[in-house]
């Protein structure tokens, strides 16, 4: 029997979320050793500042990544805002550190090149808790909470901030490890045409999978995911 070595998988949250969605991933596998990203201004780093701009929460992220990169295997996950940092932090440590991802996995957000630029972080608080409501980024208990909802729209403003101020490059920069695209069928938000186009920015395979649920899958497709990143890792090792 072929022992597969653990490898990290990274894990980047979405806008508004923090490190805590992916604490229960490391529950489910054995093969994998789950490190949840926690982004300043979210989470267990509540009281650190928010990032300046797009550019800012980029090299926080690499910086977490290369300091606890050692000789191990690692693959990076990042769902919605999630997925455009885990990208643009596989490429800056490819190029910089010459260190692969053994798979980039992108979730719930279209390539650097189709996005639209929103600046719903412009918007009332009542227009904006309404287009988090049609997105299912607004959770019952929040809405039911206005001491946390109080608490909430701060950091998930700044999160939406952040993502206008992203400025993609003009040319594409392709990672040299295997892109796997996930997305929710029922998630009103991308157009499922646009994410084909994720098979421009690897020189390696590319795979999409279609899980159900609305942008905000992953909260309960979380098993699925972790079996689809280990069936694949396994895939990628015995080839």
């Known amino acids: 029997m072929l022992l597969i070595p653990k490898a990290l998988l990274f894990c980047i949250p979405h806008a508004g979320g923090s490190a805590s969605v992916y604490q229960p991933w490391s529950r489910i596998s054995h093969s994998l050793e789950v ?86 972080h412009e918007l009332s608080d009542l227009a904006f808790i309404e287009e988090l409501i049609q997105i299912g980024g607004m959770p019952d208990e929040l809405l039911a909470e206005p001491l946390l909802l109080e608490m909430f729209l701060p950091i998930i403003r700044h999160d939406f901030k952040l993502l206008a101020s992203y400025k993609p490059s003009k040319t594409i920069h392709s990672v040299s490890c295997p892109v796997h695209v996930l997305s929710g069928n029922d998630d009103k938000t991308i157009d499922p045409a646009n994410l084909l186009d994720w098979r421009r920015y690897t020189t390696d395979e590319f795979r999409m999978k279609t899980l159900t649920g609305g942008h905000f899958f992953i909260r309960e497709q979380a098993s699925a995911i972790v079996r689809y990143v280990e069936a694949n890792r396994r895939l990628r090792q015995s080839v």
Do not use: C, W
Not at 65 to 90: C, N
């Open 35 to 120: 490190v949840p990203l926690e982004l300043a201004g979210h989470g267990s780093r509540m009281s650190n500042p928010f990032y300046s701009d797009f550019d800012e929460a980029r090299q926080n992220v690499i910086e977490m990544m290369t300091a606890r990169l050692t000789d191990e295997p690692f693959i990076v996950f990042g769902h919605s805002m999630g997925g455009l940092l885990a990208y643009e932090a596989t490429r800056v440590i490819e190029e910089k550190f010459s260190r692969s991802a053994n798979m980039l996995i992108i979730s719930a957000h279209e390539p650097p090149h189709l996005r639209v630029p929103l600046n719903l």
